[in-house]
């Protein structure tokens, strides 16, 4: 194999647009008005969702980004899982995926060859079908997928339509960011990096498979925009949240990393935008910035019915990553987001 | 003299890295020039979490942070600061006489569904806990009795209230009836003269 991947900028879902920024171009767009167009941009949702008869519709997503890992063949499968995720989230699943690629003339193309090669396997293990592709010349390194999903239109998963009452459950660890950030410099924990590795490459399917058998009135899936910016997105304006830090699954040496100041733009951004949504009661330096950290291929956040979200934990425990009851859904309070230690 | 981290041109986390370096290295004062306010957000959040003074200045698209050692803030009566505040104190407002007590006597909130009504309750009680002022005493009866049992998921709640100096009273008859005696979780058990007497001497009653 070639030279490893250079690791851009920001790496992974550290490399989106800030929340903020983003809200105030996607304002200015058209709504469209076709009634068949479930879920589209106006709800801050994963994935378009378009009924095409009663009982089918499906759901389209796409995701790409620049490296966080150097190792092309991880990247790949990193890419893939992430982009796949966004129709677990709505409730869908997987059926077709198309490569999104932009890459160096001049770079090895057994890199890209082997990029392509743990985005195809994940597709698989999807139960998909990888049917083409678009690639274009660029200066660095970027790659995802455009997924194709079907799900029936009685049982799409909106992030927005929690009940209150309901238990917040997150289905991976937290810490993703901060971990890749302090192995860009050489500074990860090589254990700690590869339990990041093991999350990040982990098919949200699998924890929707077991999703699926509970009551969840809604669900998404935390990527770029942190665990608060994503819990953003579930909440209305008569709904608040209140998060338990203690209660958050994160991943080995993350908290170090953050009190070490391996910290993002992507996060402090997150930060900003959090800012007058969330009121963060005594917890550490190091929490708060976890509750920011920008997830690559991130974990499905879910409102579950109370009674369910024992039982639905308990099980999704035997996937065999970090997972948690995080927090419950109140009637609105003054703040719209409550974390405490 | 001050040592100089040009982390112009680049990005996060190199701008907060290579003055924690510098930190760690020299020691404080240190300079730190960014060319994105993100990384100066940065620079200025690690500083506050070090302790540290951070003082910024923006020229021509850049900012320099200058972080020096926190100095010991003392307290001066005689200052322009001190001053100002007494002049801007409020004037005095009447309160209302007498302790605030909150009457939960049931389980749930309101009437009409009682899953909603049992999730709004556990919600009200948790709101009390976000007030500025926690209420004097919490009275539980009939069905409220049920909220400061051994499994009810107010029972945090209500001891985060007792730590701010509520008093929690449960109506002993009322645990009696539901058998739920042994099971009191947080506070005190009470009888009908307590709860008479402390809702004769309150000066605001809340109930849900």
């Avoid at chain 1, 304002?27 to 949702?45: C, F, V």
């Avoid at chain 1, 039982?311 to 425990?317: E, F, G, I, K, T």
């Avoid at chain 2, 981290?5 to 730190?32: F, M, Q, S, W, Y």
């Avoid at chain 2, 100066?40 to 690690?46: G, L």
């Amino acid at each position: 194999m070639g030279q490893p991947l250079q690791f851009c900028r920001g790496g992974g879902c550290t490399a989106k647009l800030g929340p903020a920024a983003l809200s105030r171009v996607l304002e200015k767009l058209p709504r469209p008005t076709d009634p068949n167009l479930l879920i589209g941009a106006q709800s801050s949702d994963d994935a378009a969702v378009y009924r095409l008869t009663d009982d089918l519709a499906i759901v389209q997503t796409l995701d790409f980004f620049p490296p966080m890992l150097d190792d092309p063949y991880l990247f790949g499968q990193v890419a893939a899982a992430n982009a796949l995720s966004d129709i677990y989230a709505m409730g869908g699943e997987v059926k077709t995926a198309l490569n999104i690629v932009c890459f160096p003339e001049e770079m090895d193309l057994n890199i890209l060859g082997e990029i392509l090669r743990g985005g195809s396997e994940k597709v698989l293990e999807a139960g998909g079908s990888l049917a083409g592709g678009h690639s274009i010349a660029d200066q660095e390194v970027k790659y995802g997928l455009s997924v194709t999903g079907v799900v029936h239109p009685q049982r799409i998963l909106a992030n927005n339509t929690g009940k209150v009452g309901d238990h917040l459950i997150l289905t991976k660890p937290l810490g993703v960011g901060l971990l890749c950030t302090a192995a860009r410099l050489g500074q990860a924990d090589p254990q700690a990096f590869g339990g990041a590795v093991k999350s990040m490459t982990t098919l949200n399917k699998y924890a929707a498979q077991v999703a699926a058998k509970y009551r969840v009135h809604a669900a998404t899936d935390v990527t770029g925009f942190g665990l608060l910016g994503h819990l953003h997105e579930m909440m209305r304006t008569d709904l608040s949240a209140r998060i338990f830090a203690h209660a958050l699954p994160v991943l080995d040496t993350a908290l170090e990393c953050a009190d070490e100041f391996y910290l993002t733009a992507a996060g402090q951004r997150n930060r900003n935008f959090a800012a007058t949504r969330a009121v963060l009661h005594g917890l550490t330096f190091a929490q708060e910035e976890l509750l920011f950290d920008p997830q690559t291929s991130g974990g499905l956040l879910l409102a579950v019915e109370e009674a369910d979200a024992g039982p639905l934990l308990d099980q999704l425990r035997t996937l065999g990553l970090p997972c948690g009851d995080i927090g419950t859904i109140l009637p609105r309070l003054d703040a719209e987001i409550i974390v405490e230690p | 003299m001050e040592f100089l981290v040009d982390a112009r041109g680049k990005a996060c986390p190199l701008p907060v890295i290579e003055t924690r370096n510098a930190l760690r290295e020299h020691g404080a004062p240190v300079v730190t020039l960014v060319d994105n306010d993100i990384a100066r957000q940065n620079v200025e959040k690690m500083a506050r979490q070090m302790g540290l003074n951070a003082a910024t200045q923006q020229e021509e698209g850049n900012w320099r942070i200058t972080l020096t050692a926190a100095a010991e803030q003392g307290f001066d009566p005689d200052s322009q600061e001190v001053a100002d505040l007494m002049e801007n104190i409020p004037p005095c407002t009447v309160p209302v006489q007498g302790p605030t007590v909150v009457v939960l006597s049931a389980d749930v909130m309101g009437t009409g569904d009682d899953t909603l009504g049992r999730a709004l309750m556990k919600g009200f009680v948790y709101a009390l806990t976000q007030l500025d002022e926690a209420p004097d005493t919490v009275l539980l009866y009939n069905g409220g009795a049920k909220l400061s049992v051994e499994g009810a998921e107010t029972v945090a709640d209500l001891q985060t209230l007792a730590e701010a100096g509520a008093e929690i009273l449960t109506c002993g008859t009322c645990l009696n009836h539901y058998g739920l005696t042994e099971k009191l979780a947080v506070g005190s058990v009470t009888n009908m003269y307590v709860i008479a007497e402390t809702l004769a001497k309150a000066g605001k009653v809340i109930r849900p």
